[in-house]
């Protein structure tokens, strides 16, 4: 994988788009000048989190005793049970809610940015090629940068494309993933299996 590929991909599993109706949500009862602050704030966090991940994924794996088969086959079955749940949404999975609370690191920077499948997706590379790891850095960096501009003009966003356009994008994005997930599920298991 290189770096544009690895920059999509990662940049289709942090969904900016499909987690505008869930930063709306939450954010809703929040004054509109605090709300950007906030958003700037908790996709901060997503991104030391995930390249946390990245550069301690190695030792972590080593002390864990996981190898790459297992990371492809897991993290494609996590990128597939997510993207499913943005093709056929259910009810609680993106709930909006209405609070004036301030949300601090969970949810919005953990799950909804740097959720199980993008730190699932960061292992899986560094462990098939560690010494590229500025490669996936810089990719992690470009993608956490398109959703961060999306993320920030989610207001406006919101406000123009409206909630049938926000989750249409969020569908197709969705069936994108789960092809990518069958195909990371493969390759996983063909390692596994001694045919790759």
């Not at 940015?113 to 960096?141: E, K």
């Not at 994108?176 to 996983?188: N, W």
Request: overall charge positive; aromatic content about 10%.
């Amino acid at each position: 994988m290189d770096f544009l590929s690895s920059a999509v991909l990662l940049l289709f599993i942090m969904d900016p788009f499909g987690n505008i109706p869930v930063f709306h949500g939450i954010l809703q009862g929040i004054p509109r000048e605090r709300r950007l602050r906030i958003i700037a704030r908790e996709l901060a966090f997503a991104y030391l989190v995930l390249a946390g991940f990245l550069l301690a994924g190695r030792p972590v794996l080593a002390y864990l005793g996981l190898q790459q088969p297992a990371l492809g086959i897991a993290g494609g079955l996590i990128l597939f049970l997510i993207a499913l749940g943005m093709v056929f949404p259910q009810h609680g999975l993106h709930a909006e809610r209405e609070s004036k609370e301030d949300p601090f690191l969970v949810p919005l920077a953990v799950p909804m940015v740097a959720g199980p499948s993008a730190i699932a997706v960061l292992l899986l590379l560094v462990s098939r090629d560690p010494d590229r790891w500025p490669v996936w850095l810089g990719a992690l960096s470009a993608a956490w940068a398109v959703t961060a501009a999306v993320l920030l003009a989610s207001t406006f966003l919101w406000e123009c494309m409206g909630r049938r356009g926000v989750r249409a994008i969020e569908k197709l994005v969705g069936m994108l993933l789960i092809m990518m997930a069958v195909q990371m599920f493969l390759d996983g298991l063909k390692i596994y299996l001694g045919l790759g």
